[in-house]
Nanobody
């Protein structure tokens, strides 16, 4: 099994930055990819960014391109999401996801961007 713990959420003004962290534990050697999803109030959960663990290939939602950067530290089994130029529409609960042919989810961390 894989366990995921997110951290780094909080309240920030529009235009500011936050860095989210997701620490994986358990059967981490099985993980193929990790990503961040966002669920805004009243909306469905959506992909923000994903990274392939072996090779580091990344993919971003259009809304995140140019502002967010996903990265990994394989030695620490941790994935980061650096979020810059935050907008009010980035507000939501951010969930870490890991995939090892089965999806695993963290508990989520709240990001609130004020105007």
């Amino acid at each position: 099994q894989v366990q995921l713990v997110e951290s780094g959420g909080g309240l920030v003004q529009a235009g500011g930055s936050l860095r989210l962290s997701c620490a994986a534990s358990g059967s981490t050697w099985r993980i193929k990819s990790m990503g961040w999803y966002r669920q805004a109030p009243g909306k469905q959960r959506e992909l923000v960014a994903v990274i392939i663990i072996s090779g580091g290939i990344t993919n971003y939602a259009d809304s995140a391109k140019g502002r967010f950067t996903i990265s990994r530290d394989n030695a620490k089994n941790t994935v980061y999401l650096q979020m810059n130029s935050l907008k009010t529409e980035d507000t939501g609960v951010y969930y870490c996801n890991a995939w090892d042919y089965v999806e695993h989810w963290g508990q989520g961390t709240l990001v609130t961007v004020s105007s």
